[in-house]
């Protein structure tokens, strides 16, 4: 197998960091903790990357994978099973049994940057330097919507018949046909178990003057609005509009202006949490398992009484991939229970694998009962997917979220 290591000095740090705890049986290092690392600028670069014109008709690639047996996947960090030498051990299996040579690139930390790293060469449907890539549902939303990536042979994925209904029909692409899961998680409330002892139940409970200038919420908008959203009993998932999204605004804007929310970051709430300069946050499922993990069991995540959103981040194979069969196959593969299994003992993140969770009784029955990676029907009911919105609601709404991001 080639690897191709990342060479963000971060990024490596990070990648080390979690290997060192995953033999503690623990991830310091979220995938989602990425989101918003790039600060400020990569939101500029979403709502510059933003086109409302008409899209250009593309062409895929001619597919070559019958004759050359290698494939190009970017990914986020810490998001493969990894052994202490540093070897992913479900990818050499996929190469063993398939005769694919993968090289896998550590090569996405947010999903603006790496959209504007490639968004020429998609827009013309040109090799992006990746035969697949794995990006948030919103994101793929916005490469669906322009038609730039290729469209899926379920025929050539037999095993899409193990995912979860509960991840089959997104609004972007029903039926999956354009787009598959790879890994998911939720976005809900936290707080710290020796501040605050009586717990929480609701957004609301976040605003409660006990807390004031101890809260911190997230530096992505669909999160933290959504969670908003979700306890002014806005379907996020519906059709909800501009009245909706602003009464949520008005909100969110007066806790800040009023100091009730001390910050709003990515990654860095979790260096808040831990330093106590705040008690509780809007965070992310993975996050706070880690995070208990490495500085003790101090915190506890919940999603609130009225709803979490839920994220997926998802494979898809671009116009430019000349292998679009050998990305199939490791699609495919992936969607082996399994090897599901063992992927989410290692990453901690909710798998869309049907019989997953069976598979995992074996490798460690207490992880097969965790439902922020093996949620069942009734905690992926209480979670919701903020639902795709147009690129001149996603100018609008993020540029409004970006106004208070500014000025807090």
Known sequence: MTLRPPQDPMILQA???????????????????????????????????????????????????????????????????????????????????????????????????????????LALGQDIGADTVCLTDWMVARLVRNGYVQELDHAKIPNIANLSPSFANPDFDKGRHLSLPWQGGFAGICWNKEKVPGGLKSVDDLWDSALKGRVGVLSEMRDTMGLIMLSQGVDITGEWGDDEYANAMDAFTKQVDDGQIRNIKGNAYLNDLQSEDTFAAICWSGDITSLNAQAGDKWEFAIPDAGGTLWNDTFVVPMGSAHKENAEAVMNYYYEPEVAAELAAWVNYVTPVVGAKEAAVALDPELAEN?????????????????????????????????????S
Request: proline fraction near 3%.
């Open 371 to 407: 439902q922020l990676i093996f949620p069942d029907e009734e905690t992926l009911s209480t979670v919701h997917v903020f639902r795709t919105l147009t690129p001149q609601e996603e100018n609008d709404y993020q540029a409004q979220f970006q106004k208070v991001l500014l000025g």
């Open 15 to 121: 990648i080390r960091h979690s290997q060192a705890l995953q033999r503690a049986r623990a991830l310091s290092l979220s995938r989602r903790g990425f989101l918003g690392a790039a600060g400020f600028g990569a939101t500029a670069l979403a709502l510059a990357a933003c086109s409302t014109g008409e899209k250009k008709e593309l062409t895929p690639a001619k597919d070559v994978s019958a004759t050359e047996k290698t494939l190009i996947w970017d990914n986020w960090p810490a998001y493969m099973d990894e052994d202490a030498d540093g070897n992913y051990p479900t990818l050499m299996g996929f190469e063993d049994e398939s005769g694919i040579t993968v090289t896998y690139n550590v090569a996405v930390d947010d999903n603006n940057s790496y959209y504007a790293k490639v968004k020429d060469q």
